[in-house]
């Protein structure tokens, strides 16, 4: 049998006897089976999970107001002995265990998936202190945007030993464009898709410069004042599988992202290119690691209007160019960036902790 991990998400996950049809392998855990990525392991190993689940009224604390989870960490300490070794997807699954552990010496090794850098990069305040403090515990670092470094050097220098930059990797079968069925409305309309952190401001105005007839459908986002703009329309939230065909049946993608040192973005990007999408990305810390300029996404001047309008223009007239860039976005995951890469990467970087 393979090393016992205990992980711990930042998200809700549904446990359940069988695949559920309408979400992805991160959502859901079914009992006896590998979870998410781990089912690429070669070690086979024993996992399981801990979601953010709590009293509604705490959930809505730890989420909006504290930005950390307690109550999954109380869930978790009991439990530690029975483990090898603890994953903690973002710091804010993983402060709470990496304090306790300043104090309480576990038999279990901790690593974090540093997907905020440690909290939103802050270079100031009490939330840095804190995160310094409990860092120095830390096992091992496993982040996605490799600009991340810099900003660890500057404030955690000590766990720059022990971090390591491994690509974020899509599922490809699950975000695949075989048997996916077109619409009557393919090709009519330019996609763009987020819940938070996108540019909206910037997108709305490039595409109103673009004086097209081609529609901006905006799916995650509602804003009032974009009621009655010409060609936009508005979708607050759809399931993913109707997601999934919604980008299929897209000319193409815009994801106008804001510039953060940290991981977001990256699973957008990757799953449209996955369904064999052009996208158009502002050029920012987190993608410059999974885009060649041109050859399998086009990158436009964060914050840019007349740049992204240009360059919107541009694959919307240029059809092979756009069709070309789509293929080659596909290729480069099915090669390099893939969650089955990103899970051996991950399970050699685990090999080297004295378990």
């Known amino acids: 049998m393979g090393i016992r991990i205990l992980m711990l998400v930042n998200w809700k996950v549904k446990y359940t006897q069988e695949v559920p049809t309408n979400l992805q392998p991160p959502d859901y855990y079914v009992y006896g089976k590998a979870y998410w990525f781990y089912r690429y392991f070669s070690s086979n190993p024993e996992v399981d999970v801990i979601d953010i689940s709590s009293f509604s009224w705490l959930e809505n604390f730890e989420k909006n107001k504290i930005r950390f989870y307690i109550w999954q960490t109380i869930k978790a300490i009991p439990k530690l002995g029975k483990y090898d070794l603890i994953i903690s997807h973002g710091m804010q699954s993983g402060v709470v265990l990496s304090l306790w552990r300043r104090i309480f010496k576990t038999k279990a090794k901790h690593i974090v998936f540093d997907i905020g850098s440690f909290n939103s990069a802050a270079e100031n305040g009490f939330a840095l202190k804190l995160m310094q403090f409990a860092s120095k515990s830390l096992d091992g670092v496993i982040y996605h945007t490799s600009s991340q470094i810099d900003y660890y050097k500057a404030f955690f220098p000590w766990i720059v030993n022990k971090s390591k930059f491994i690509r974020f990797g899509t599922d490809l079968d699950f975000f695949s464009p075989e048997d996916l069925r077109d619409a009557s409305d393919k090709g009519q309309y330019i996609i763009c898709v987020g819940y938070s952190k996108r540019d909206w401001d910037t997108l709305v105005k490039a595409y109103e410069k673009m004086h097209t007839d081609i529609k901006l459908r905006l799916i995650g986002h509602v804003e009032e004042k974009f009621n009655g703009i010409k060609g936009i329309e508005q979708i607050p939230f759809m399931p993913i599988k109707d997601l999934i065909n919604q980008i299929y049946n897209a000319l193409y993608a815009v994801l106008p992202l804001e510039v953060f040192n ?18 158009i990305a502002a050029r920012v810390p987190s993608l410059i690691d999974y885009v060649q300029d041109g050859e399998t996404a086009v990158f436009y001047e964060p914050k840019n209007a007349d740049d992204l309008s240009s360059k919107m223009s541009q694959i919307l007239k240029a059809t092979d160019l756009r069709e070309r860039i789509g293929e080659n976005g596909r290729e480069y995951l099915k090669e390099k960036c893939n969650e089955h890469t990103m899970a051996l990467e991950i399970e050699k970087e685990i090999s080297k902790l004295p378990i």
């Open 262 to 279: 940290y991981s977001y973005g990256q699973m957008t990007l990757m799953q449209q290119m996955a369904l064999g999408k052009c996208v």
